[in-house]
């Protein structure tokens, strides 16, 4: 599961040669904050700011976007929640500069940073959807997963067990296929990133430190 990540850095758009963003969005994203989706359009290439977690076109309200941020491949047409969006081939990417997981020690969780070695941005598969609730438009997005039991990174995450996921990494070479993809069969594109071009590291979140009137009396 991906809960937690950092969307890619203006120096990773411009290496790229994609699109500019044109609206602002937070330097780190959890379930229900905004992020950049790119999509493809019969205009080419677009960005979209989405929820994180999709909000599928029944929800009568966005809270379902704390439970829908990550969708199985293996169930994604069995769900109500995505199979509206997988039957109409609404799949897009989420760039990433770096992705978080909880890696245990002594059954504790720490916080783990995986990212690309040359420092390129990662494109990570995700199905996005469009819905009213009320008067509003909501747009919003799922990264999509896959087993990662034998994956030589990813089967480190997690809590210990045999359950074991990790979000589906479209290659850079493949974007372009990925993004004009009319099939809800997308397990050509199920396979584990190549770990060699991949590293990870502990990444501590960072403290925020209280401001109480004691600590400012002597101000």
């Known amino acids: 599961m991906c809960a937690n990540f950092k969307p890619l850095t203006l120096k990773q758009l411009q290496d790229l040669k994609l699109p500019d963003i044109p609206f602002e969005y937070p330097g780190e994203v959890?379930?229900?904050?905004?992020?950049?989706l790119l999509f493809k359009s019969p205009q080419g290439?677009?960005?979209?700011?989405?929820?994180?977690?999709?909000?599928?076109?029944?929800?009568?309200?966005?809270?379902?976007?704390?439970?829908?941020?990550?969708?199985?491949?293996?169930?994604?047409?069995?769900?109500?929640?995505?199979n509206n969006a997988l039957m109409k081939y609404k799949f897009g990417v989420i760039p990433v500069a770096e992705f978080y997981e909880s890696k245990y020690f002594d059954h504790k969780p720490q916080r783990w940073g995986v990212r690309r070695k040359d420092g390129q941005a990662i494109f990570i598969a995700a199905l996005y959807e469009i819905c009213k609730i009320g008067d509003e438009v909501v747009r919003s997005a799922t990264m999509i997963t896959m087993d990662a039991i034998d994956h030589p990174m990813m089967k480190e995450f997690h809590e210990p067990g045999?359950?074991?996921?990790?979000?589906?990494?479209?290659?850079h070479e493949r974007l372009n296929e990925w993004l004009s993809w009319k099939s809800p069969d997308i397990r050509s594109f199920v396979e584990g990133f190549p770990e060699d071009e991949f590293e990870c590291s502990h990444v501590p979140k960072a403290k925020i430190e209280k401001i109480t009137p004691q600590l400012n009396f002597f101000d």
């Open 162 to 171: 045999n359950v074991k996921r990790s979000v589906i990494v479209i290659p």
């Open 30 to 36: 959890y379930p229900g904050y905004d992020l950049p």
């Open 45 to 82: 290439l677009e960005w979209r700011k989405v929820m994180f977690g999709l909000v599928p076109k029944w929800a009568e309200d966005k809270t379902i976007a704390s439970k829908t941020y990550n969708a199985r491949n293996e169930t994604l047409s069995q769900k109500p929640t995505f």
